[in-house]
């Protein structure tokens, strides 16, 4: 089962040539799941000829302009295609009147349902989403406006299945065998009760994606963003802008890096959201102070795709930030 990221934007306050506003668009088999939706969204969607009819849900980190801009003209391009399902707009409080108004200042066409959810209280950390076999969980962060980073985790997944277990246990080959992996008790040649764990191996743990930005270092994160598979998170500024980055709330890469390391188990961390005062070839900076704490750091670009496999199957090979 594919499971993969597209960098849309990676941008903070305000678009730049090359560098749209940040958004990240996951897509797990049929699901298309999008991140925060800044100016330009639709721009990196084309240009990926990307599905963006199929987006389920699309989760907003906080109310923020940078974050959120992109929403209407990706609302009122759904209504352009023939769309059963309802669209689910998640995020915040100030979420559902940002999006009645813009309905009713642009009299958009809406030929679909959309359904928003608003987190009630985005201090607690809990589920806000679930899907067949995943669940999309919010978690607080610091900022200078209500905000909410995303972990979406996948159920664990069954064992190895080990074919000698199932013939020493009398179960003929075929779709018993089919049963057994997906979970169900079975009854073998004998009549006699066969449970998967007689033939399969511990559970195997799914997928963890995580999108983390607009926020001051605080390790009250660190257990949402641990074992993350993925972590997309801001690093705004480096060291030289730190007051910047206090002042306005935010994290420096490093101090992204920093909590990454902490908390342990993340495979790789994708830097986002970077300051317009850095150009592209600038942004170095930020990934050699980030690599210092956290090697297994990369510069997220607009556009890039990333494969999230399973931990099984991952390959030792990492973007090189270039």
Request: aromatic content about 8%.
């Amino acid at each position: 089962m594919n499971m993969e990221a597209f960098i849309l934007g990676t941008g903070g306050m305000m678009p730049l040539p090359n560098r749209h506003l940040t958004s990240v668009l996951l897509r797990r088999e049929g699901e298309v799941f999008l991140f925060d939706c800044g100016e330009g969204t639709q721009v990196s969607l084309r240009a990926l000829n990307l599905k963006w009819k199929r987006i389920n849900a699309i989760f907003i980190s906080h109310t923020h302009a940078d974050h959120i801009t992109g929403l209407p003209g990706m609302l009122m391009l759904s209504s352009q295609v023939d769309r059963q399902e309802p669209l689910y707009l998640i995020g915040p409080p100030a979420l559902r009147e940002y999006v009645e108004a813009n309905r009713s200042a642009l009299n958009m066409y809406i030929n679909y349902e959309i359904r928003v959810q608003e987190i009630q209280d985005p201090d607690l950390p809990g589920e806000v989403y679930r899907g067949d076999g995943y669940s999309v969980y919010s978690f607080p962060l610091r900022h200078s406006r209500t905000c909410v980073g995303y972990t979406l985790v996948e159920d664990p997944r069954p064992g190895v299945f080990y074919p000698e277990r199932a013939e020493a246990a009398a179960v003929p080959r075929g779709p018993l065998w089919a049963e057994l992996q997906s979970g169900r008790v079975v009854r073998n040649s004998r009549g006699e009760e066969v449970r998967p764990e007689n033939v399969l191996g511990p559970p195997r743990k799914g997928r963890k994606f995580t999108f983390m930005t607009d926020t001051l270092p605080t390790r009250t994160v660190i257990p949402h963003i641990a074992d993350s598979d993925l972590l997309i998170s801001e690093g705004m500024f480096d060291e030289e802008n730190r007051e910047s980055a206090v002042a306005k709330k935010h994290m420096t890469a490093r101090d992204a890096a920093r909590l990454a390391r902490s908390a342990g188990g993340i495979k790789r961390m994708g830097l986002i959201h970077y300051s317009p005062r850095f150009t592209n070839r600038q942004l170095r900076v930020l990934l050699k102070e980030a690599r210092e704490e956290f090697p297994e750091t990369f510069l997220s670009r607009d556009q890039m795709h990333l494969e999230i496999p399973y931990e099984e199957d991952r390959n030792d090979a990492r973007p090189d930030g270039g």
